[in-house]
Every structure is written in C-alpha cells, then in structure tokens.
C-alpha cells in the first residue's frame, strides 16, 4: 500500500516538478522534490475541532477539560482532558468491535498516507437523507477516473458535516425515535476493500451504518470493516473543498497502547 502511495507521490513529483530519477532508473525521486510538489498543492483540514459538547454516538458521555496549571499563575499551561476515545474526528481501529485484531498503536504508519478517492453524493443525500451508497456511485467514479487504486482511502461526501456541531441536526431523528442519515452499503464495502484492496474509508456522519440501522443497534457494516483489519475515520470535515480524485490523504492520531479509538487529525493535500 505504501508503494502504491510512494508510487504516485514520485509520480506527481516527476510532473509537476520535471525531476530527476525518471522511471526506468534504480534512483527514485528525492524526498526534497516530492515535498516541494505537495508544499505546492492545496492543504485541506479534514477534521472538526473537538470541545466538550460537539456531536457524539448517543451511548457516550461528555467530554471534560480541566485547567491544572495556568500561564498567569504558573507560568505555562496544562489542560487534563477526558474524553472517550471515539471523540470528535477519530479513527476506529479493529480493536473497536473486535478482540484480537489490530488496536491503534498497531497500525502501521504505511497505512496512513494514501491515495484519496471522494464519492461525492451530496445532492442525493440532499433528496434522501437516508441515501446508502450504490454500486453505481462507484462505478460512476471510475468511468470518469479510473479504477480505484489499491492501498486508497475512500471517503463518502454527504455534506453532513454542514450539521456540525449541532447534535439534533446530525442525528435528524424523526418523532417515532429513527435516526435519518446517511451510510454505506455492504455490496459497496465488499467491491472496495475485497476486490479494489483500499485501505480505509471514512464518512461525515457519526456511524458506518445508515441511521435506519443504527436506530436498531444495528452496526453491521463498521464490524465488517474492522472485522477485515482495516480500520475508518469517522466524522470527517471539509470534503465539499476535495476534487473526486488526485488527492492525497495523511491520516495521524496519537498513539494510546491498546487503543480501540482515538481523535484523529486528516489532512489532504489536492490539486
Ligand atoms: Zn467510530
């Protein structure tokens, strides 16, 4: 996964920057070029500022700061936070769901600066906000970008995340109690971790799984995810500003020693 992200890192290196080490010689790129191409590229912050009271799963309690030590009275400053660790844009390692398998200080750091593929939805999920994403979302995209590189990682663009921080509006729960958002389907996550070999995906939304099923505790699609050692980022922010494809994504979190989850920090860098 990381050749393939180191593949098209020196790729645009080679275009954009006419450098040497073209392909056919064992002498690959400097580093140097490839961070002046991605330093010439746009930066886009795909994550919410996390504070007590920001949207969260409805089993969660609140986050809580405490200010242990002050500039004025101390000299410098330092904040205990408390938090769960599904809080505000975060990673869901396979530890999330399922014992045994990859926790967060496990994933491995190749996997963590990606390819980048947006499946832009938006306006259907502006008609449907229970729209679950088809075949034909992905299909569409390759017809006009290509196959979808192995090691990506997929993000799915609703504009949900216009709802943060409000609570009510991301949720969008109807008078019987059912939540109304949007998510993924299984055919969709079985042809893109299965037979594409992504890396990751994300969402804007609070869950893998559309509102009608997680209003069941019905979490089915996030299992299978986590189950196949692949971990996701949820609540993402900001794809309304990514193109569909030639991005890339640089996906950090600090690393808790048998962490389930943790607030994460995204970064894409795009044309
Ligand atoms: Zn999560």
Redesign the pocket.
């Known amino acids: 996964m990381w050749t393939m992200a180191r593949g098209i890192l020196i790729a645009a290196a080679i275009g954009a920057a006419s450098v040497a080490g073209a392909a056919g010689t064992d002498q690959p790129p400097s580093l140097d070029a490839a961070l002046a191409v991605m330093r010439a590229h746009r930066f886009v912050d795909l994550t919410h500022s996390f504070a007590p009271g920001i949207p969260h799963w409805k089993g969660a309690p609140d986050e809580s700061v405490k200010t242990l030590y002050t500039v004025k009275k101390d000299g410098f400053r330092i904040n205990e936070y408390t938090h769960i660790s599904?809080w505000g844009t975060?990673v869901?390692a396979p530890a999330?769901f399922h014992e045994g398998l990859h926790t967060v200080d496990q994933i491995d750091p190749k996997d963590m600066l990606m390819p980048l593929v947006v499946l832009d939805v938006h306006e259907k999920v502006a008609k449907n906000p229970d729209y679950a994403l088809q075949l034909s979302d992905v299909t569409d995209w390759e017809a006009r970008h290509g196959k979808i590189p192995r090691g990506a990682f997929v993000a799915m663009r609703t504009d949900w995340s216009k709802r943060w921080p409000n609570q009510e509006a991301m949720m969008n729960r109807d008078a019987a109690g059912t939540f109304h958002y949007p998510g993924w389907s299984m055919p969709v996550l079985k042809l893109l971790y299965e037979e594409r070999g992504i890396t990751a995906s994300g969402h804007e939304t609070t869950d893998t799984d559309p509102g009608s099923a997680t209003t069941k505790d019905d979490y089915s699609l996030e299992s299978y995810i986590l189950g196949l050692n692949h971990y996701q980022i949820?609540l993402l922010a900001n794809l309304d500003q990514l193109p569909e494809a030639g991005g890339v994504v640089w996906v950090t979190f600090p690393k808790p020693e048998n962490g389930a989850?943790f607030p994460a920090r995204a970064i894409a860098i795009v044309p």
Do not use: I, R, S, T
């Open positions: 599904q975060h869901d999330h949820e989850g």
